[in-house]
């Protein structure tokens, strides 16, 4: 192990080996990192402090990067030993993306492979490394985004595990498939977007003009990714979170600049596109996504492409005719990111396999969780872009004990953008303070 400094914390880096499959314990291994975070003066004495581990959003996101005592990791480093936790495939833990997963071998393979960087395998993870760091004490779980979905497994499966939950912006449906998900997504999405032009005007024609400049002419970025008119409609993801919209209203006020050969997209404009398109960081975010949702219920089968035929207003056509203002997609994978995004092209193949699985086993038990002893504490979103509010509240009806902080304050980044009060909330909430 080895640990160094920032402001106001000690870190140290942890390695750990656990089973691909957690059912073949016997068989392939691969390597998981964590980072511990300790504040300084808890460094200096030695306090023994209860563990809180970190459960990233995503799928397929590493875990965020701080310098010192950041956010809400200021509030935990008061009273925890954090755990910030690369799930597996991201990060520092084994990544799984375009240049290593050839080393399975062929789609198929690969397909096989990432099977196991589900929920399931995750809180699994979880109960191996947590005995080596609290000597078996049971530990705190703070899960955003698809880091709830892990904290709702894990209080499915390993309660024992748990001293408190709480979750950020991600209390899952415990039953919806694919298909429920994104047939309540896109009237959320719809609604971020009527906001974003009521707020900016201006945009909805900038949006068509830059829509209707892709639609005539193939646009490549810098990093090879092929901007078209549906990739451009998922700069939308930004819409989610609390500048959001600010972030998206600036990138496209700097599209266009003349030159000799007439208006053209500016390198201002492609460069931060790229940068919120690709996928190079987090392509099991893509590969993965749809799966996340499947629970033995038949194929997830691009289930965000075929529902979006439902609302045909987020047809790009519509804007382009001038008959309606472009609007803008959300978290929503669909089979042409494969041939857009050079981080993804490699994986279109094993992305079908994927969304072809029928055998998906189930994440949440509903019985368990009406049975729950362990204090849990969430944070739902009033409108959140990502996660329907109305399947959170459901699933918090059925979790025993759950309390629910139902807030328009924040968006779906409320964790990173609320600095320590959401953490300060949620651990009031779940010891009954308030």
Known sequence: MTSYHQPGVVLTDHHFTVPLDHDDPAGERIELYGREVVSTAAARTGADLPWLVYLEGGPGCSVRRFTGAQGWLAR??????????DQRGTGRSTPADRQTLPLRGGPREQAAYLAHFRADSIVRDC??????????????VLGQSFGGCCATHYLSTAPEGLDTVLITGGLPSLDATADDVYRAAYPRVRRKNEAHYARYPQDVERARRIAEHLAAHRTVLPNGHVLTPEAFQSLGILLGGGDGSHQLHYLLENAFVRTPAGPALSDTFQESA???????????????????????DGPTDWAAERVRKEFPDFDPAAALAGDAPLLFTGETIHPWHFDTDPALRPLRDTAELLAARTDWPALYDASRLAANTVPVAAAVYHDDMYVDTAHSLATARTIRGLRTWVTDEFEHDGVRAGGTRVLDRLLSLARDEI
Request: proline letters at 6%; charged letters at 15%.
């Open 76 to 85: 935990a480093v008061q009273e925890y030993r954090v755990l910030l936790l």
């Open 127 to 140: 109960e191996l490394i947590r005995p080596r760091l609290t000597g078996g004490a049971p530990w705190t």
């Open 274 to 296: 790229q940068s919120c398109l690709s996928f190079a960081t987090r392509p099991l975010y893509a590969v993965l996504h749809e799966a996340i949702y499947a629970q033995g």
